[in-house]
C-alpha cells in the first residue's frame, strides 16, 4: 500500500490517498492521522506530490547514464530552458530507460520549503 500525499497549493491544503492493488482503498483532507493509517494496514511508503502548477515539466533525450550523470546533463538543459539561474533550480530526472525521459523543475526555495514543511 502507498500513500500519496499531495502538498498543499493557493488555499487547498494538504490532501492524501491510499492506494492498493492498483486502486484507491482511501482518500482525505489533511494528513492521515494515527487511526486512519492503522486502520488501512501497512504502508509500504509515502510520496509527496508537488502542486502541478509549481512544476515545469521537460522532455529531453538522455543517454543511458548514472542517475548522477543523467541529472547534471538534465540540469543543463534547464538552465537554457529558464530564466532563472542554476543555482535557483530544483531538477529531478526521471528514469525512464532510453529516449526522452521527463525532467521536472522547480525553484529550490519551493522544494526547501516543502521539505521544511515534511
Request: hydrophobic share 50%; net charge negative; no cysteine.
Amino acid at each position: 500500500m502507498t500513500t500519496l500525499l499531495f502538498l498543499p497549493s493557493g488555499v487547498t491544503g494538504f490532501r492524501w490517498m491510499r492506494i492498493a492493488d492498483q486502486r484507491i482503498v482511501a482518500q482525505g483532507e489533511g494528513i492521515p492521522t494515527a487511526d486512519e493509517r492503522s486502520d488501512l494496514g501497512a504502508d509500504t511508503g509515502v510520496i509527496a506530490v508537488a502542486p502541478a502548477e509549481a512544476v515545469t515539466l521537460h522532455w529531453a533525450e538522455l543517454p543511458s547514464r548514472s542517475a548522477a550523470q543523467a541529472t547534471a546533463a538534465a540540469r543543463l538543459l534547464a538552465a537554457e530552458a529558464s530564466a532563472a539561474p542554476l543555482g535557483e533550480l530544483h531538477v529531478a530526472v526521471g528514469d525512464e530507460g532510453q529516449g526522452d525521459r521527463p525532467i521536472g523543475v522547480v525553484g529550490i526555495e519551493a522544494m526547501q520549503g516543502w521539505l521544511r514543511m515534511l
